[in-house]
């Protein structure tokens, strides 16, 4: 499982990817609640949020991830919390080295 630390969008890998952001990565929280974990494969991206220690779904987003050099691009193909996010577009930049993938979107830390 990889880490997912916000300031902005700060994510650790167990494992060296060279440039390849497919993967499982985990949000970190300053207290452990909620959890989340953010799956990107084939140029799909999926994010969902847990309470852990509750056992319970809170919610889910994702859709089409393009990346372009330093450039990602989130397409929202659905939103269990909001359905107006439906169709939105994110536009973000990323930088991965050393096993660290930053993340920064529409200039805020969080998706």
């Not at 494992?15 to 084939?42: C, H, M």
Request: proline share 3%.
């Amino acid at each position: 499982m990889k880490a997912l630390i916000p300031a902005p969008l700060l994510l650790l890998s167990q494992y060296g990817f060279a440039q390849n952001l497919d993967g499982a990565w985990k949000l970190a929280s300053a207290n452990g609640d909620p959890q989340t974990v953010r799956i990107i494969e084939d140029s799909y991206f999926m994010q969902t949020h847990f309470d852990e220690k509750g056992k319970q779904f809170i919610s889910t987003h994702g859709g089409k991830l393009e990346t372009s050099g330093t450039g990602l691009k989130e397409t929202i193909e659905f939103n269990t919390a909001d359905k107006e996010k439906v169709g939105t577009v994110n536009e973000c930049t990323y930088q991965l080295n050393n096993n660290q993938l930053v993340i920064t979107c529409n200039g805020q830390a969080s998706t």
